[in-house]
């Protein structure tokens, strides 16, 4: 069946640190790969998206990279702040671009000052 | 533009009962969507729509249903609410240029079954 795994865990990271952010996946061929964020008693908000033939995409502070040889995505925040401090979510489209995302359960990172 | 909006924001039901839960955008988004997120878990697709009147099931849509007369709304609707419907309900949308497929979520809905 298909599958997303993220951290299950907690990643907890000191301020100014690079923050890596994982997310793999199985039985998947997706287009392409997006990452949220969301905030305790929140939606979640739209970080990035990556496409299959893309390597990396840079937004600010924030890169990532999408292997689909290993089915893999690497979220990276540098220069981290507590205001980072979130649940971070990775999603992959289900099947054609207007179906729906398929999320995995997220990442709590903290931010530590 | 208030993007997507949700009501109510939370609700508690008895077993059996009916509700249904409203969502509505101003993006003139087309597509448009409703998830439902249980604690510790993903996000979970039930239903989605492409266009006013064009509903479809996602993942889990046992229990739920839609419709889509507008573009600007689309509600969900429990027929018999059940205990395992007890979750957060997350309505998003997304557009139809290149950036289409970036999701704009809404508030969410927090909804108990008792």
């Known amino acids: 069946s298909q599958k997303i795994e993220q951290n299950s865990e907690a990643l907890n990271i000191q301020e100014g640190k690079t923050a890596t952010l994982t997310c793999n996946y199985t039985n998947y061929s997706p287009a392409y790969l997006q990452w949220y964020r969301q905030d305790p008693g929140r939606g979640p908000v739209f970080l990035l998206l990556?496409?299959?033939?893309?390597k990396e995409k840079r937004k600010e502070r924030l890169k990532v990279t999408f292997d689909t040889t290993l089915k893999q995505s690497l979220f990276h925040i540098t220069a981290s702040q507590p205001a980072d401090s979130a649940t971070y979510l990775c999603a992959l489209n289900s099947g054609g671009g207007a179906d729906g995302l398929t999320f995995g359960k997220g990442t709590h990172l903290i931010i530590q000052p | 533009n208030a993007g997507v909006t949700q009501t109510p924001k939370f609700r508690i039901l008895k077993i059996g009962q009916s509700m249904t839960l409203q969502c509505a955008q101003d993006m003139n988004h087309n597509y448009m969507y409703w998830y439902r997120q249980d604690p510790g878990m993903g996000l979970k697709l039930i239903y989605y729509s492409v266009g006013a009147g064009i509903t479809d099931k996602g993942e889990v849509p046992n229990g739920y249903k839609v419709s889509r007369s507008t573009t600007e709304d689309f509600p969900l609707r429990l027929e018999l609410a059940a205990p395992s419907q007890t979750s957060v309900y997350f309505c998003?949308?997304?557009?139809?240029?290149?950036?289409?497929?970036?999701?704009?979520f809404g508030p969410g809905t927090r909804l108990t079954v008792t």
């Open positions: 990556i496409r299959e033939n893309e």
């Open positions: 998003a949308s997304s557009g139809t240029s290149r950036r289409a497929y970036e999701q704009y």
